[in-house]
């Protein structure tokens, strides 16, 4: 499977996902959030936990600090 160019397999727990995702893209783990049916993903969790087969999405949001006043 892969997840933006980034490849797992089904036992890749989100947070190793999460790991790659900065290696390719610079992001720090901690201000990603991934989405995958609508929900957002646990970092303990697996692929599998999720059902994520080849083919499916993960939508990466930022979660940015500030801008409240």
């Known amino acids: 499977m892969a997840c933006g160019g980034v490849k ?3 036992e890749a727990e989100v947070e ?11 992001i720090p783990p901690q201000q990603q959030r991934l989405i995958y049916s609508g929900k957002q993903m ?8 999720y059902k994520i087969q080849g083919g499916s999405v993960l ?6 600090r500030g ?3």
Do not use: P, Q, S, Y
């Open 8 to 10: 797992l397999t089904r």
């Open 16 to 26: 190793r996902i999460k790991e790659r995702v900065e290696e390719k893209e610079g």
């Open 42 to 49: 646990n970092d303990e969790k697996t692929a599998a936990d």
């Open 59 to 64: 939508h990466l949001v930022l979660a940015l």
């Open 67 to 69: 801008g409240g006043r």
